[in-house]
């Protein structure tokens, strides 16, 4: 296979709901499909038509003259895929990651590019009124304190670092949160980030490393090579393992260990993105009094991320990155007042 184009699935399933579903997590994941049919469509000019990297089987009888057409391809074929769970129910997720997993074992990953140059030149769209937010009397005001009163996970994938960088472009100094970034990227492009991000912002901004610690009014970037995880004051815990999963830094796992260890203290705002990386342990941060906010999918380079977290029910605003940095300011501040 090329690995300079995106690598090409073909499904075959003799039920409807199933096609719909496959082709959902296939082109959600960044995956070209190049056919999509029931297996009474598949005649000698339509397997001219196309050349998959993969063909992807799932039928609910046996189909000899469908295998045997098939086999005389050279594209390899992946059969056993579970029938889908109802779209926004627990499962789903779960179902669609294995479907992502089996497809990755063998065709590997899609190409997905993320051009951070333009970011760092500045020769991105600007922001028309680049005015940060103002931080309420409330907190201005109030008493400093060392103690971690919010802990806010950004995750993002395709798309995302313009969003992010938007997002915190607007956010007032003095915001007693720390932040915590989950991004999708080549590990070649982690150090690039710490400098695009804060390009006009100044936040703070380095990788995640073992003994660093989140704190108010700083970014720590989740390292692609390991695991972290969090002491109860917020101190980086370096597992020294790959991230469970396809996807580094597995924004599942950032968003299970934050929860666990912040539980109602937790935000989790999901940018712009391929796949459906997050959608799993979504609901196991609300359960744990965690809140999450999505990027609206007019504004995403790539919706499928957060299209993916709003159809598990947990996500309770959706808005562009202005309003995002809005939302969260208006949130700390009731959330302190209320503490008060």
């Given amino acids: ?65 469908l295998l045997d057409k098939l086999l005389s391809q050279e594209a390899p074929i992946l059969f056993g895929v579970e029938t889908a769970p109802v779209q926004g129910t627990r499962a789903y997720p779960r179902w669609e990651r294995r479907v992502f997993i089996k497809l990755h074992e063998v065709i590997g990953q899609p190409v997905i590019s993320e051009n951070l140059d333009t970011l760092e030149k500045g020769t991105v769209k600007q922001i028309k009124a680049p005015v940060r937010l103002t931080l309420p009397a409330e907190i201005l005001q109030r008493k400093q304190s060392n103690k971690l009163e919010f802990v806010c996970v950004l995750a993002a994938s395709l798309g995302g670092p313009a969003a992010v960088k938007e997002f915190l472009d607007y956010l007032p100094g003095g915001l007693p949160v720390a932040f915590l970034l989950a991004q999708h990227i080549d590990v070649r492009m982690q150090e690039s980030l710490t400098r695009v991000l804060v390009r006009h912002n100044h936040i703070p901004c380095r990788m995640a490393g073992h003994g660093e610690a989140l704190k108010h009014g ?25 991230w469970d999963g396809p996807y580094s830094p597995s924004i599942d ?55 993916s977290m709003r159809a598990t029910g947990c996500v309770t605003f959706s808005g562009k990155p202005l309003e995002l940095a809005q939302k969260l300011v208006n949130y700390i501040n009731t959330g302190l007042h209320t503490a008060a």
């Fill in 1 to 65: 296979m090329d690995s300079g184009r995106n690598p090409r699935v073909a499904i075959i399933s003799d039920s409807s709901l199933q096609r719909l579903a496959l082709a959902h997590a296939v082109k959600g994941h960044g995956y070209e499909l190049v056919m999509n049919v029931p297996p009474e469509r598949l005649d000698a000019k339509t397997l001219a038509q196309v050349v998959p990297d993969v063909w992807l089987v799932d039928m609910q009888e046996e189909d000899d003259d």
């Fill in 218 to 242: 700083e970014l720590l970037i989740a390292p692609v090579e390991s695991e972290i995880d969090f002491s109860a004051d917020g101190q980086v815990i370096s597992r020294d393992m790959p």
């Fill in 253 to 307: 796992q950032v968003l299970a260990n934050i929860s666990r260890r912040f539980g109602k203290r937790s935000i989790a705002i999901i940018f712009s993105g391929m796949g459906g990386d997050g959608s799993i342990s979504g609901p196991m941060m609300v359960d744990a009094g965690g809140i999450i906010w999505a990027q609206d999918s007019e504004s995403c380079a790539c919706s499928s991320q957060p299209d």
